[in-house]
T-cell receptor, first 115, second 113 residues
Framework: AQSVSQHNHHVILSEAASLELGCNYSYGGTVNLFWYVQYPGQHLQLLLK????DPLVKGIKGFEAEFIKSKFSFNLRKPSVQWSDTAEYFCAVNAGAGNNRKLIWGLGTSLAVNP | DGGITQSPKYLFRKEGQNVTLSCEQNLNHDAMYWYRQDPGQGLRLIYY???????QKGDIAEGYSVSREKKESFPLTVTSAQKNPTAFYLC????????????FGDGTRLSIL
């Protein structure tokens, strides 16, 4: 069965540190990939997505993610985090064929950035 | 500002009772979704609707029902057949790409009395 794995459940960083959140999926076919973010007290929202083309995707607020097909990965990165990046981050993968295609969610990574 | 409004924020259900969770959007999105979130699990899709008067079962539709009579509204009924309804319910919408939610509501937390 398809699954999405986010390796880190809780990450604590200091401001200006670099960030990389891991996301791996298990599905051999064509996928669409997403990162969602939920800031404290706010709605869950789409951060960035990959459908095709350049595997390096730029999102809002300086985030980017790289799709590495051979590694079944879609890691989220940011060169220098800010306190305002404190949030819960969810990776999701659209996988499956035909009517079985569905969006599968990871369990989320909680990021705390210390000022 | 456009967005998704879910109500109520907290809901309590008695055994054997049906309850309805409201979801309204003013984003003019075609597709709407209902997800359930439980501790230690990812979001799971209950139902989705691509267009008015049409909806499809998701992964965990048993014990739930929906309607889509208007584009803006996608209410979810948790029926007495749902044996473990205590959870956090999220409504979402997207312009058209199926099963790719873009905007989410604040959620409704349902508990059993």
């Amino acid at each position: 069965a398809q699954s999405v794995s986010q390796h880190n459940h809780h990450v604590i960083l200091s401001e200006a540190a670099s960030l990389e959140l891991g996301c791996n999926y298990s599905y051999g076919g064509t996928v669409n990939l997403f990162w969602y973010v939920q800031y404290p007290g706010q709605h869950l929202q789409l951060l960035l997505k990959y459908f095709s083309g350049d595997p390096l995707v730029k999102g809002i607020k300086g985030f980017e993610a790289e799709f590495i097909k051979s590694k079944f990965s879609f890691n989220l990165r940011k060169p220098s985090v800010q306190w305002s990046d404190t949030a819960e981050y969810f990776c999701a993968v659209n996988a499956g064929a035909g009517n079985n295609r569905k969006l599968i969610w990871g369990l989320g990574t909680s990021l705390a950035v210390n000022p | 500002d456009g967005g998704i409004t879910q109500s109520p924020k907290y809901l309590f259900r008695k055994e054997g009772q049906n309850v309805t969770l409201s979801c309204e959007q003013n984003l003019n999105h075609d597709a709407m979704y209902w997800y359930r979130q439980d501790p230690g699990q990812g979001l799971r899709l209950i139902y989705y609707s691509q267009i008015v008067n049409d909806f499809q079962k998701g992964d965990i539709a048993e014990g739930y029902s929906v309607s889509r009579e208007k584009k803006e509204s996608f209410p979810l009924t948790v029926t007495s057949a749902q044996k473990n309804p205590t959870a956090f319910y999220l409504c979402a919408s997207s312009p058209g790409q199926v099963k790719t939610p873009q905007h989410f509501g604040d959620g409704t937390r349902l508990s059993i009395l």
